[in-house]
């Protein structure tokens, strides 16, 4: 989503309103559910409202200026934002094709050698950040395209009685997962997938719950020599 309309000469554009474009290419999954922009998917979770693997795009007080990003719990689909500007992505290399070069970050690439891995907000290069899971970003059109990152509350407490009710959460939790990920293999007549097994009890669990589902499904494994 950005303002810079002549760097996206090669994109399918949905104007969102004034000069601010979302730009996608034929790969990008999204849909508007509401008000909202979803890129990725988004369904009725146990613990949560929403659940699933997205990031959502608020658009009620767009009309006064005001866009949210929603990263969602699990950081399913990552969202990078320009510090100097009204770009936001979910693709790191394709802001960096946009803004061209860029000072890096020396802390964060040492670390990133280190442990594989980076802390907090900041990437490789000193202006793009990196939206957290379950974090927000409020965008400020009238403010001069005003960026501030959001930390949004925690879930609730969940009040378990017992073990019974705890594994049965457990359970609802796993069983969703699968069936919506069978289900949207399905609707792509792509009903296979690979199953890494480790002879373990997670994998043997979800090669379980995924036959029990749909014993059609072809489920194939890679064995490491």
Do not use: H
């Not at 999954?29 to 949560?48: C, D, H, K, T």
Request: proline share 3%; charged share 25%.
């Amino acid at each position: 989503i950005s303002n810079r309309v002549d760097r996206y000469e090669n994109f399918n554009s949905i104007k969102l309103v004034n000069n601010i474009y979302l730009f996608y290419d034929c790969n990008c999954e999204f849909e508007f559910i509401g008000n909202n922009l979803v890129i990725g998917r988004q369904y009725q979770g146990v613990v949560s409202d929403k659940d699933g693997t997205y990031v959502e795009v608020e658009l009620d007080n767009v009309d006064s200026g005001c866009i949210k990003f929603n990263r969602d719990f699990w950081g399913g689909v990552p969202l990078y934002y320009y510090n100097d500007g009204l770009i936001v992505s979910d693709s790191l290399s394709l802001i960096k094709k946009i803004i061209g070069p860029s000072a890096p970050n020396y802390g964060a690439i040492a670390e990133y050698i280190s442990s594989a891995y980076n802390v907090g907000n900041r990437t490789v290069y000193s202006d793009v950040n990196v939206l957290m899971p379950d974090e927000s970003l409020k965008v400020e059109i009238s403010n001069e395209n005003l960026l501030s990152v959001i930390q949004n509350p925690p879930f609730e407490k969940i009040d378990v009685k017992d073990e019974g009710t705890l594994l049965k959460m457990i359970e609802d939790t796993l069983t969703l997962s699968i069936e919506n990920f069978i289900t949207k293999q399905n609707k792509k007549n792509d009903s296979k997938c690979y199953l890494n097994l480790s002879g373990g009890v997670d994998s043997s669990l979800i090669l379980a719950k995924m036959k029990e589902y749909d014993k059609d499904f072809n489920i194939s494994s890679l064995i490491y020599y």
